[in-house]
């Protein structure tokens, strides 16, 4: 799997990044080592998972955080994950 991640403010991307896992591992497994690998490299806090983020990720294969979703002050108004 190959999850890519963008921090966006305003129109702005100011930092974005890929990052791939080939385990044979169930596929939430994966999403969710990716969506910590992410938030690593972009050097962030781990969102909460809403029911909202899985309907929008079944449907259109990516998903965005807003601050509502991080527990601390985020510099950034908005982190968009996609599958590639």
């Known amino acids: 799997m190959r999850l890519s991640g963008k921090l966006v403010k305003g129109t702005k991307v100011i930092k974005e990044t890929s990052v791939e896992r080939n385990e044979d591992a169930p596929y939430r497994d994966l999403l ?3 969506l910590l690998d992410l938030c690593r490299e972009l050097d962030i806090q781990v969102p909460l998972w809403l029911k909202k983020n899985t309907r929008e990720f079944v449907l259109y294969r ?23």
């Open 62 to 84: 990516r998903t965005s955080f807003t601050k509502e979703h991080f527990m601390e002050g985020i510099k950034f108004d908005r982190f968009e994950i996609r599958v590639e």
């Open 32 to 34: 969710e080592n990716c």
